[in-house]
């Protein structure tokens, strides 16, 4: 029998703020039933600085690691994700919004990170809440689609 030395698969779960909302809780929650596992050492990274009343702290266990944006307005944040993802190696990635979804699908294009399974969720059409500006906005983002092995709609 060989001896483990540690997990043998890194898990990366992304979302955009510290708040309770139903993307943040779907993550919070599958990263803590990985992060169960003795095989996988799960990472936790939120686009936006810590609250102080941070619902992350509240609900993922201690064996998961948590690392925080600069900035507490995720817009100001979601540009500095990038170079917090550059040249790092996952088994999975999780991620469950429209920013964070196109922006791993285009570094996984251009291997700017490895990714062996990139999983987005979409929680809304957001083609039937903007037009405009933020619909065309949305649409761009869309096109950067494309490198995920599932998208769960």
Do not use: C
């Amino acid at each position: 029998m060989s001896r483990v030395d540690g997990p043998a698969k890194r898990a990366l779960f992304i979302v955009i703020t510290d708040y309770p909302g139903g993307a943040e809780r779907v993550t919070f929650g599958l990263a803590s039933e990985l992060a169960s596992r003795a095989e996988w050492a799960v990472e936790v990274k939120i686009v936006s600085a810590r609250l102080s009343d941070s619902f992350a702290a509240r609900v993922l266990p201690p064996s998961v690691r948590v690392r925080y944006g600069p900035f507490h307005n995720w817009f100001l944040a979601f540009p500095v994700l990038p170079f917090r993802l550059l040249f790092r190696r996952y088994d999975l990635v999780f991620t469950t919004h429209i920013y964070t979804n196109a922006l791993l699908s285009i570094l996984r294009r251009w291997n700017l990170i490895r990714v062996s399974r990139l999983v987005t969720r979409e929680s809304t059409s957001v083609f039937d809440r903007y037009a405009g500006p933020q619909g065309w906005l949305f649409d761009r983002l869309y096109s950067a689609y494309g490198e995920e092995d599932l998208l769960i709609a």
